[in-house]
């Protein structure tokens, strides 16, 4: 069975990199010993022969002038969710910037929508009928955030953390950081951004 595997291994390095970027590659031996590969896991003897890369999401930073007109367009809209549920704007301000770069009509590829790119699950927790408009979205996003800060006990890291991974990836971890590479790398980018805010604000 090494030999097998080896051999597998020595099949997948073989084809181009190319392949490899987006899918991932899956092998199985059948009962003559005769080898499998497919990028396509299209039956249920295929197993992970290399996981398929996981892009990382794109993080817009707010410094562009674009950016910075959409801040001061949903100013209003932020300012009014925040004081609903008792948050700094520049907290909102960082979370949008981060999810959506302000893009009010932008989809991620896990179908989350809007300024604060909701999943839909979450959308409808808090009541959001539309993703995609400004106030609807925000007040969600922003009456999460707040459930997050008081599940926490108001620790920044970990809110973020939830925010992007769900509150049971983090409390898997033991109220840790979940480490997934996309929410090791949000947590920082949205508190960089916070503290940015904070001061200009």
Do not use: W
């Not at 674009?66 to 809209?77: K, M």
């Not at 004081?83 to 770069?101: N, P, W």
């Not at 971890?173 to 949205?190: F, H, L």
């Amino acid at each position: 069975m090494n030999s097998i595997r080896i051999c597998i291994a020595a099949l997948a390095l073989s084809l181009p990199l190319a392949c490899l970027a987006d899918a991932g590659i899956y092998a199985f031996v059948d009962g003559q010993g005769q080898v499998f590969l497919s990028n396509v896991p299209d039956d249920h003897r295929y197993e992970v022969l290399i996981a398929p890369e996981v892009p990382p999401r794109e993080i817009k930073t707010p410094e562009t002038p674009a950016n910075s007109f959409s801040r001061q367009h949903y100013g209003a809209v932020i300012q009014q969710a925040a004081g609903q549920f008792g948050l700094e704007e520049a907290l909102l301000h960082a979370v949008i910037s981060v999810e959506s770069g302000y893009n009010p009509k932008a989809v991620s590829k896990r179908g989350a929508g809007g300024l604060m790119q909701l999943m839909p699950a979450t959308a409808k927790r808090f009541g959001v009928a539309d993703v995609f408009d400004p106030a609807d979205n925000v007040r969600g996003g922003a009456q999460y955030l707040a459930e997050l800060l008081r599940l926490f006990g108001n620790d920044l890291q970990l809110v973020l953390a939830a925010y992007n991974a769900g509150e049971a990836a983090v409390q898997k971890y033991g109220n840790r950081i979940p480490p997934y590479r996309e929410t090791v790398a949000y947590v920082p980018k949205v508190v960089d951004f916070y503290r940015k805010y904070r001061i200009a604000m």
